[in-house]
């Protein structure tokens, strides 16, 4: 009677081993095959990963001409190519460099000649504003005050717009203010001149060392620098002696 219980149990426990052999396959079939939309979505990604990736034009113009960024900003970048650039100031022929340091000798001369010219009149200019003569010494101490201030600016801002027009447009202006400094009537307004008079020749006065390392290498800066500095000093030397009698 035992004997035929536990060949029951054994021919049960088979049957049940064989029917799970037979689903999990099917199983396998009905529920771990992938959807279309997932099929749908790999191939895409695919598609993507081995199709090549198209730049846009515009970090494609960047990428060819490092300059492009630039314009967004409206900035002008002047890069050289090398040491023989011609578009280097340090390269342009040795006249022209020349002419450039002729003319700005001339503007140094002119425009620090004006802040020591006006003493040599003192005297003279005291009894026509019916001041002290050491009250009119103020005129040449703004004069020197506006070039002092304006020496804070001019060069950052020829830098930025170029030393050629800051030559120009200061000196435009410094000769008008030259003009209403010998023209005004008061004192007051002989001062105000005066100091203007020093803030538009500070331009020339405090870069144009600057305009010579620009033209010049190191070795012949040694040559023309001394130029600049007799420019600068010539003044005192009293090249006009006829003013003395004023």
Not at 133 to 157: D, R
């Given at each position: 009677?035992?004997?035929?219980?536990?060949?029951?149990?054994?021919k049960a426990?088979q049957?049940?081993?064989?029917?799970?052999?037979?689903?999990?396959?099917?199983?396998?079939?009905?529920?771990?095959s992938p959807?279309p939309?997932?099929?749908?979505?790999?191939?895409?990604?695919?598609?993507?990963?081995?199709?090549?990736?198209?730049?846009?034009?515009?970090?494609?113009?960047?990428?060819?001409?490092?300059?492009?960024?630039?314009?967004?900003?409206?900035?002008?970048?002047?890069?050289?190519?090398?040491d023989?650039d011609?578009?280097?100031?340090?390269?342009?022929?040795?006249?022209?460099?020349?002419?450039?340091i002729a003319?700005?000798?001339?503007?140094i001369?002119?425009?620090a000649?004006a802040?020591?010219?006006?003493?040599m009149?003192?005297?003279k200019a005291s009894?026509?504003?019916?001041?002290g003569?050491t009250?009119?010494t103020?005129?040449?101490a703004?004069?020197?005050?506006?070039?002092?201030?304006?020496?804070?600016?001019?060069g950052?801002?020829?830098e930025?717009?170029?030393?050629?027009?800051?030559?120009?447009i200061?000196?435009?202006?410094?000769l008008f203010?030259v003009?209403g400094?010998?023209?005004?009537?008061t004192?007051g307004?002989?001062?105000?001149?005066r100091y203007?008079v020093?803030?538009?020749?500070?331009?020339?006065l405090?870069?144009?060392?600057?305009?010579?390392?620009?033209?010049?290498?190191?070795?012949?800066?040694?040559?023309?620098f001394?130029?600049i500095?007799?420019?600068n000093?010539?003044?005192?030397?009293?090249p006009?002696?006829?003013?003395?009698?004023c």
């Amino acid at each position: 009677m035992e004997e035929e219980i536990r060949q029951k149990s054994r021919k049960a426990k088979q049957k049940q081993h064989s029917d799970d052999a037979e689903k999990e396959p099917s199983d396998l079939e009905s529920g771990n095959s992938p959807s279309p939309l997932d099929a749908a979505a790999a191939a895409r990604l695919a598609s993507a990963l081995s199709s090549p990736r198209k730049e846009p034009q515009e970090e494609k113009d960047k990428r060819e001409d490092p300059n492009m960024g630039h314009a967004a900003n409206d900035r002008i970048v002047v890069c050289t190519s090398g040491d023989d650039d011609p578009l280097d100031p340090r390269n342009w022929s040795l006249t022209s460099r020349c002419k450039n340091i002729a003319i700005l000798s001339m503007l140094i001369f002119v425009q620090a000649w004006a802040g020591a010219s006006e003493s040599m009149a003192n005297t003279k200019a005291s009894q026509e504003l019916h001041v002290g003569k050491t009250t009119e010494t103020l005129s040449t101490a703004m004069y020197l005050f506006g070039v002092a201030s304006g020496s804070l600016f001019v060069g950052p801002l020829s830098e930025t717009v170029g030393k050629n027009p800051t030559y120009l447009i200061s000196t435009f202006c410094f000769l008008f203010f030259v003009a209403g400094s010998a023209l005004t009537p008061t004192f007051g307004g002989q001062v105000v001149c005066r100091y203007f008079v020093g803030l538009f020749s500070s331009a020339t006065l405090a870069v144009n060392g600057s305009s010579v390392g620009d033209q010049f290498r190191p070795v012949k800066r040694s040559f023309v620098f001394p130029v600049i500095a007799w420019a600068n000093v010539a003044r005192m030397n009293q090249p006009f002696p006829f003013l003395k009698s004023c």
